[in-house]
């Protein structure tokens, strides 16, 4: 659900980090917010709960290109990891155009990476969204732990669909600016479509 601002010219889009707790998406948001150029980023804006931090910043990578005369401005949030904020989760899906699912490769965190990608799926059913209509992209993260699940049996348990994923290391930047160049582009896939 893109927002057109006739009068900048610019189209909004917002792309959200989904993921079960400590995946790593704050560490995904501010390692891409410390390395954006500043003339082209928002301010991060940080809403703390009891145990975890739902950010937000918006940019506009000059570099996409424009959408017949309009430049692209990605808004990024992150949901809180926790269930029992679940309507918070909710409400920062309203409006989304893209999802990045930030899996945790820790062997004992598969049960809770099934829990949220069900979560996520549940959530943009009642907010009118279709997971297997919706760009999408998944992240195993914490790649670089010593115990971790294989990427290959990550892949059958969380990518039936076998929707792009990547290996990353949030904490050092591996694997996240390609994550999000990767679901910007299917942003603008799908915005292109409907122009």
Known sequence: MSFINYSAREISCKI??????????????QHIYKK?????KGKMISLATETERTLFFDFLPLALGTIKGFKVRFHLYTVPGQIFY??????????????????DS?????EANLESLDNLSINLKEQG???????YIIQYNKRDLP????????????????VPSYAAVASDGTGVFETLKDVAK???????KKA
């Open 16 to 29: 959200v980090y989904y993921g079960p707790g400590l995946c790593g998406k704050t560490t995904n948001l």
């Open 36 to 40: 954006i150029n500043p003339d082209s």
């Open 86 to 103: 679940d309507a918070s989760r909710k409400l920062i899906l309203r409006g989304v155009d893209g999802v990045i699912f930030v899996a």
């Open 106 to 110: 820790q062997v004992e965190r598969t």
């Open 129 to 135: 969204f279709d997971l297997e209509k919706l760009p």
């Open 147 to 162: 115990n971790i699940t294989p990427v290959d049996e990550m892949e059958l348990t969380l990518n039936p669909r076998k």
């Open 186 to 192: 299917l942003v603008i896939m799908e915005l292109k």
